[in-house]
């Protein structure tokens, strides 16, 4: 590990800029999941454990440089509180002078970071201001790290930077899905086009031994060895890309799996009337919405002699009952396999994550990423601007 951590850092006394990333989803002014902020506790208790006093810099929603109300940070106070189980003072407009008079141990919480232009802009006068605001910088927003802001970016350069918690256990898990994973390592790729993960799929081919396609995507790989898939979602104008990535997991020994058999209706809504036909059998006026039953045998008999797993994306339109069970059955397996401890299983991206939590068997991931494009970025075998710049 190139990056420092919490343990490496002198903080006694000091004021500890901390990058996290709180941008949870909220419905009726209510935060709907608050897990982003579960996770970066240990990295404010450890903070605060060791004499320091965590100024947490977090963004909110896309305000384009502008003060946008809706998106100010003061609607989640509430939830970081409870959620932290501590006071947190909120700063809308932050002063070295006003930290410093702060009674050590005292947990901050500045306004959206977004609400100047100089923030995505990675303008280093902001970066220069922020630095002048703390003492350390602590970077525990992995899920932001694929943004080169000032404050996930820009700043690390300015203070001594380390890593938090929540971000080294999510790099942890990461390095142990694909830099060093135990073989065989299977890829379960999933969602509705191919075109946003062309990076993913061609550095996961060099890099797994089975990669699975589903969803979507899978279509699109069909259709470009020639099978009518009706009026599913497919991008027939990528069916040559498809063919050079099947060319190139070929030639890297990664076998791609893709359905034999599928789900089909003729709906777009919960409890379609469908059928189960054999891949090359998709009625012209249908859409494929699961993998078939025999299509998740193969898959989970790969899981099943399986070491790693990474996730990206559902199996089909796991939302509507009752094109879920494909998914579902997979990620029993998943589940079983990790409970006996048989394999290591790592999952990340909002779909993703959704799909594991409605299956019930969120805890028996190894690891769910908080993250979903710097999970995917990650994953693609990009460099994270807020990783390197810990470096
Ligand atoms: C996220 O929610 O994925 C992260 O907080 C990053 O947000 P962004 O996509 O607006 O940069
Ligand atoms: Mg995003």
Sequence with gaps: MAWKTLDDMDLDGKIVLTRVDINVPMDGGRV?????????????????????????????????????????????????????????????????????????????????????????DNDPKMAQFLASLGDVFCNDAFSAAHRAHASTEGVAHLLPSCAGRLMAQELGALEKALTTPERPVVAVVGGAKVSTKLDLLGNLVRKVDFLVIGGGMANTFLAAKGIDVGKSLCEHDLAETAREILKKADEAGCEIILPVDIVVAREFKANAANETVGVDACPSDAMIFDAGPQSVARINEIITGAKTLVMNGPLGVFELEPFGTGTFAMLDTIAAQTTAGALVSVAGGGDTVAAINASGHADAFTYISTAGGAFLEWMEGKTLPGVAALG
């Design 32 to 120: 709907t999941d608050a897990t982003r902020i579960a996770r970066i506790k240990p990295t404010i208790d450890d903070i605060v454990a060791a004499g320091g006093t965590p100024v947490m810099l977090a963004h909110f929603g896309r305000p384009k440089g502008e003060v946008v109300p809706e998106m100010s940070l003061a609607h989640i106070l509430p939830a970081v509180t409870e959620t932290l189980g501590r006071d947190v003072t909120f700063i809308e407009q932050p002063s070295r002078e006003a930290l410093d008079a702060l009674p050590a141990g005292t947990v901050v919480l500045v306004e959206n970071t977004r609400f100047t232009n100089m923030e995505t």
